[in-house]
């Protein structure tokens, strides 16, 4: 038998554990996911920054805040973050080039200023 995804399920679950342990980085991390995925970009975005407050230093998470603040049109929040992100030690710019929760910043000098400093030197 196929195992049949229910998003509803997953968000309420993780939202219970979230309230028992409101610091579980894991978990906070998974729902912004779930929530972006799922269409709730605003809970998404709230997770996300619940994540860089956990977790200030860690490049994923900023470069997530980024993602949400794209998907929420907030071009200018994004680059920032994403320019955290890299100054953290992010370095996937196959993947940047390619995440479509960035398409929003694609065209930006900012955004080709930063895939250029992450492109390796010849």
């Known amino acids: 038998m196929a195992k049949r995804e229910d998003p509803e399920f997953e968000m309420r679950f993780f939202e219970s554990v979230l309230r028992r342990d409101p610091s579980y980085t894991a978990v906070v991390e998974i729902l912004g996911g779930l929530y972006t995925k799922h269409g709730r970009i605003a809970d998404g975005l709230r997770m996300d920054r619940?994540?860089?407050?956990?977790?200030?230093?860690?490049?994923?998470a900023h470069y997530n805040l980024a993602c949400s603040l794209a998907l929420s049109k907030r071009k200018r929040d994004a680059l920032r973050s994403l320019h955290q992100a890299v100054k953290l030690g992010y370095t996937d710019l196959d993947?940047?080039?390619?995440?479509?929760?960035?398409?929003?910043?694609?065209?930006?000098?900012?955004?080709?200023?930063?895939v250029a400093q992450l492109k390796p030197q010849s």
Do not use: E, Y
């Open 50 to 60: 619940r994540l860089v407050r956990l977790l200030p230093t860690n490049a994923t």
């Open 95 to 114: 993947w940047m080039q390619q995440d479509p929760d960035l398409d929003g910043l694609k065209d930006d000098p900012a955004f080709a200023a930063l």
